[in-house]
T-cell receptor, first 113, second 114 residues
């Protein structure tokens, strides 16, 4: 069955510290992988996506993610977190046709001064 | 390029009423998706429209329905509102199939049912 697991419901990081948000997926075909960010009361903004090629993907706002097929993972990273990064982050996996896109439950990021 | 737009931004209804939410996709996008995001829950897939047709629906009762117009904009209708319908309703649009398999989201409509 297709699924996305974000093991951490919430994470707290100090401002300036590094960040890694975990995402594991189960998908029967070659996956398209996405990370979105949602600020409170807002829609989802696309941070980055992976379709093929280089397994290290650069996104907006200084985020990057690495696709590891052997581990079925697509973890999101940022070397230095800013207070404005506090939000909810969603990992998603999809395939051809779009309608099979499945979202994880989200990880809420708190940033402390 | 304008993004996905949704209207209204906020809405308050009472139980039993009906509501219509609207979504305009990014220009050139033919697919529209609707999601419900209730407090504390993730994104629950509601409906997918493409080229004017309903292509798939999530595990929601028939009182959730919608349509897509020739200009690819879409409406989501919810009849006989219940308290648990209170949520953020998100619309997303997607471009043509192939490498651009990405959904772009609107700001959402916050619905409160009293």
């Amino acid at each position: 069955a297709q699924s996305v697991t974000q093991p951490d419901i919430h994470i707290t990081v100090s401002e300036g510290a590094s960040l890694e948000l975990r995402c594991n997926y189960s998908y029967g075909a070659t996956p398209y992988l996405f990370w979105y960010v949602q600020s409170p009361g807002q829609g989802l903004q696309l941070l980055l996506k992976y379709f093929s090629g280089d397994t290290l993907v650069q996104g907006i706002k200084g985020f990057e993610a690495e696709f590891k097929r052997s581990q079925s993972s697509f973890n999101l990273r940022k070397p230095s977190v800013h207070w404005s990064d506090a939000a909810e982050y969603f990992c998603a996996v999809g395939g051809y046709g779009g309608f099979k896109t499945i979202f994880g439950a989200g990880t809420r990021l708190f940033v402390k001064a | 390029e304008a993004g996905v737009t949704q209207s209204p931004t906020h809405l308050i209804k009472t139980r039993g009423q009906q509501v219509t939410l609207r979504c305009s996709p990014i220009s050139g996008h033919t697919s529209v998706y609707w999601y419900q995001q209730a407090l504390g829950l993730g994104l629950q897939f509601l409906l997918w429209y493409d080229e004017g047709e309903e292509r798939n629906r999530g595990n929601f009762p028939p009182r959730f329905s919608g349509r897509q117009f020739p200009n690819y904009s879409s409406e989501l209708n919810v009849n006989a509102l219940e308290l648990e319908d209170s949520a953020l309703y998100l619309c997303a649009s997607r471009g043509p199939t192939g490498p651009q398999e990405t959904q772009y989201f609107g700001p959402g409509t916050r619905l409160l049912v009293l």
